[in-house]
Structures are given as structure tokens and as C-alpha cells.
């Protein structure tokens, strides 16, 4: 069946570089996708969103990126902080309301 | 507000025992769904709700039973807990459905643990 997947399981950066984050998705007929932020204990909770029709959109230090014709999506995190070590989820949709994650990637800032 | 609230924070069952996890908001949001998440794994989809009388299965539905009677709540039944139920249960709720930008707001999660 068709899967939302993630190239790494960890990343380990040093504080104030950038993170870029991968996702790997393989239904072509996703049209809304999702990041998610998991601390330790807690919920996941949104970070970003895009849809298929765009191919980046901007945050507060985030941004997201979607390359349909390879099927990718990456979150990249500008002058990472303490605070951004958790578990990052992306998700996606395809028009409807059954929402498919991967599988995450920790990521973990070293001071 | 509150948000998404659940309860309990934690539950140890035997097998075959039921129970019911709870799930309410108070953001009057129309969209509500239940999913569980495994050592390792992403979040599955169990059930979810579009409004109040609306239910609809997921990913991962056998085993489980949802009702939604009100906007608010939104209980997840384990009939028969089996071991392979051991799980992280978390409910989520938006505004409307997921096709949009729409933010889905999680509760803090159920650690449930079937012996």
C-alpha cells in the first residue's frame, strides 16, 4: 500500500545551524500535507502546512517544501534552539479525512 | 479554552476487560478523530467524526467503536482490550475536515497498557 515514510530516523545539529528535515511520500494523489512537532510526553502539535499546489510557504523559522514530481517534503528549521529538540512528523492527505504520518525523525540540538 | 482534553492520563487492562477512553473539546470544532501511536511508528487513524451523529472508520478500526452524540465529545470503546491494543491513544479535533488549512489540535495522549 501506499505510505508516508522519512529518509532518517535521527539528526543531531549543533544549536544556531539550520535543520532540514525529509519526507518521503509515494501517493501521488496527496494533495495536503502537514508538519508536526512531538515533544516528550505530549501531542503532536502543527508546525506547518502546505498544499499541492504550492511548492513552498513560510513560518515563523520554518519552512516547508514540496517537490511533487520526486515526492518529497522537507521542513527546514532556521537558527535551531534548545527548544526545537522533539520528534517531527509529516503527514499527508488526499482530500478527504483520513490523515497517513511517517514515522518521524528525532531531532536533537547539542548546545 | 481548555482545548482537547483526555482522560485518563494512563490505564493498565487485562485482556478481554472494556473500557472507554475520553475525548472532549470545547472549541466547538466539527472535526474530531481518534488515532494510536506505536514504539517507532507514526500516528495510525482509528475512527474520526465530521459532526455530531457522523462517525467514520480509519486506518486501524477493528476493535474499537466511536459514537458521537454530542460536539464535544468524542469516546473511544475497547470492547475486548487485546494485548496488541497497548498503545499511546491521542484525539485530535478541528475545525472542519482535514482537507483544508485547517489545524488539528491534539490532546495530551492515554498511555494504555493491555496485559
Known amino acids: 500500500g501506499e505510505s508516508v515514510g522519512l529518509h532518517l530516523p535521527t539528526l543531531s545539529v549543533q544549536e544556531g545551524d539550520n535543520s532540514i528535515i525529509n519526507c518521503a511520500y509515494s501517493?501521488?494523489?496527496?494533495?495536503?500535507f502537514i508538519w508536526y512537532k512531538q515533544e516528550s510526553g505530549k501531542g503532536p502539535q502543527f508546525i506547518i502546512d502546505?498544499?499541492?499546489?504550492?511548492d513552498k510557504r513560510q513560518g515563523q523559522r520554518v519552512t516547508v517544501l514540496l517537490n511533487k514530481t520526486v515526492k518529497h517534503l522537507s521542513l527546514q528549521i532556521a537558527a535551531t534552539q534548545p527548544g526545537d529538540s522533539a520528534v517531527y512528523f509529516c503527514?499527508?492527505?488526499?482530500?478527504?479525512?483520513?490523515?497517513?504520518f511517517g514515522a518521524g525523525t528525532r531531532l536533537t540540538v547539542k548546545p | 479554552n481548555a482545548g482537547v482534553t483526555q482522560t485518563p492520563k494512563f490505564q493498565v487492562l487485562k485482556t478481554g476487560q472494556s473500557m472507554t477512553l475520553q475525548c472532549a473539546q470545547d472549541?466547538?470544532?466539527?472535526?474530531m478523530s481518534w488515532y494510536r501511536q506505536d514504539p517507532g511508528m507514526g500516528l495510525r487513524l482509528i475512527h474520526y467524526?465530521?459532526?455530531?451523529?457522523?462517525?467514520d472508520q480509519g486506518e486501524v478500526p477493528n476493535g474499537y467503536n466511536v459514537s458521537r452524540s454530542t460536539t464535544e465529545d468524542f469516546p473511544l470503546r475497547l470492547l475486548s482490550a487485546a494485548p496488541s491494543q497497548t498503545s499511546v491513544y491521542f484525539c485530535?479535533?478541528?475545525?472542519?475536515?482535514?482537507?483544508?488549512?485547517?489545524?488539528?489540535?491534539f490532546g495530551p495522549g492515554t498511555r494504555l497498557t493491555v496485559l
Open positions: 485530535a479535533s478541528s475545525r472542519t475536515g482535514l482537507s483544508s488549512y485547517n489545524e488539528q489540535f
Open positions: 501517493n501521488s494523489a496527496s494533495d495536503y
Open positions: 502546505i498544499r499541492s499546489n504550492m
Open positions: 503527514a499527508e492527505n488526499n482530500n478527504n479525512n483520513d490523515m497517513r
Open positions: 472549541m466547538n470544532h466539527e472535526y
Open positions: 467524526s465530521v459532526g455530531a451523529g457522523i462517525t
